[in-house]
């Protein structure tokens, strides 16, 4: 089975500050890994997704995440936080063979102060 | 593109009534269209996988003739709460892949959601 732990449910960043939101994963075959933006009161918008390839993602609005199989992790960074960023970010995992079925973390919730 | 809506956005409605919860993919056809529930303060919870022309998929715990879903036609699905109580509300997500996308690397896409409180 896969699981998704997201490290603190809560994170604080001054604007312009670097964003680190932290994702690890449990999963018995390889994985398919997502990060998820959702803004209060809407639905879900994909950020970036890892399949295969490359283990350096880049997303939109300068989101990146590195997939790290060693450490199975898959963290979302940002180098300049912007006021617009303030949202709840989640990561998800899925596997092939499930359809697509997604497995979320309990999100993180970043705040971005001026 | 890949643009999914809900409708309602927000309903309430009395304990003991039924509601139900429009999932429509509006420029591509899905042929599977899920459901997830999301507690305040807590993460996706998926309740069932909806694929047209056959019964729903539901995870285990989640009471498939409390929660009905239809999947009539490519584009439309439907969450019907039956017998709603003060204990169902919650943010209700749906959300669609693309006829074409049949791996899970294939991105789904979700609708805005909806707000149900039960009274």
């Known amino acids: 089975a896969q699981s998704v732990t997201q490290l603190g449910s809560h994170v604080s960043v001054s604007e312009g500050a670097l964003v680190l939101l932290r994702c690890n994963y449990s999963?018995?075959?390889?994985?398919?890994l997502f990060w998820y933006v959702q803004y209060p009161n809407q639905g879900l918008q994909l950020l970036l997704k890892y399949t295969t390839g490359a283990t350096l993602v880049k997303g939109i609005n300068g989101f990146e995440a590195e997939f790290k199989k060693s450490e199975t992790s898959f963290h979302l960074t940002k180098p300049s936080a912007h006021m617009s960023d303030a949202a709840e970010y989640f990561c998800?995992?899925?596997?092939?063979?499930?359809?697509?079925?997604?497995?979320f973390g309990k999100g993180t919730k970043l705040s971005v102060k001026p | 593109g890949a643009v999914v809506s809900q409708h309602p956005s927000r309903v309430i409605c009395k304990s003991g009534t039924s509601v139900k919860i429009e999932c429509r993919s509006l420029d591509f056809q899905a042929t599977t269209m899920f459901w997830y529930r999301q507690f305040p303060k807590k993460s996706l919870m998926l309740m069932a996988t909806s694929n047209e022309g056959s019964k729903a998929t539901y995870e285990q715990g989640v009471e498939k003739d409390k929660f009905l879903i239809n999947h009539a036609s490519l584009t439309l699905s439907t969450l019907t709460v039956t017998s709603a109580h003060p204990e169902d509300s919650s943010f209700y997500i749906c959300s669609a892949r693309n006829l074409y996308q049949t791996s899970s690397t294939d991105t789904q896409y979700f609708g805005p959601g909806t707000r149900l409180t039960v009274l």
């Open positions: 998800a995992v899925s596997v092939e063979g499930s359809q697509g079925n997604l497995i």
């Open positions: 999963s018995s075959v390889p994985p398919y």
